[in-house]
C-alpha cells in the first residue's frame, strides 16, 4: 500500500492554469499505475487521467483530453497533473490513487485537494 498526498489546489478562474501534484511514500512508485480522478458536490467519482508505471502509456477522458496532461518523476515519487484551460465544470476534489502495474482496481488514494474554477 501506497501512502499518497495531493497538493496545489485552488481558486483561479476560467481560462486559468493550475498544476496539482501528488507525493508518495511507502511503496515501489516506479511498479505503481497512477491515476487522478475528481469528484464534484452531488456528483460520482470522475475519471480524470491515467499513467502506466513505465510512463509511457496515459489516458484521459473526453472531458480533460487536450487540457489536461498527467506526468510522474519516478525519481522524486510524484506525479503531476497539469490543468490547462480550466472551466468552472472542472471544479471538484480532485484525488490522486494508485494501483499495482495492471491491476483492476486502484488500492491506494489521497485525501484529496479542492480546485475551484470561478466564471
Known amino acids: 500500500q501506497v501512502h499518497l498526498v495531493e497538493s496545489g489546489g485552488g481558486l483561479v478562474q476560467a481560462g486559468d492554469s493550475l498544476t496539482l501534484s501528488c507525493a508518495a511514500s511507502g511503496g515501489i512508485f516506479d511498479s505503481y499505475t497512477m491515476g487522478w480522478f475528481r469528484q464534484a458536490p452531488g456528483k460520482e467519482r470522475e475519471f480524470v487521467a491515467r499513467l502506466s508505471w513505465t510512463g509511457s502509456n496515459s489516458v484521459y477522458p473526453d472531458s480533460v483530453k487536450g487540457r489536461f496532461t498527467v506526468s510522474r518523476d519516478n525519481a522524486k515519487n510524484a506525479i503531476y497533473l497539469q490543468m490547462n484551460s480550466l472551466k468552472p465544470d472542472d471544479t471538484a476534489v480532485y484525488y490522486c490513487?494508485?494501483?499495482?502495474?495492471?491491476?483492476?482496481?486502484?488500492?491506494?488514494w489521497g485525501q484529496g485537494t479542492q480546485v475551484t474554477v470561478s466564471s
Open positions: 490513487a494508485a494501483k499495482y502495474r495492471i491491476s483492476p482496481d486502484f488500492t491506494s
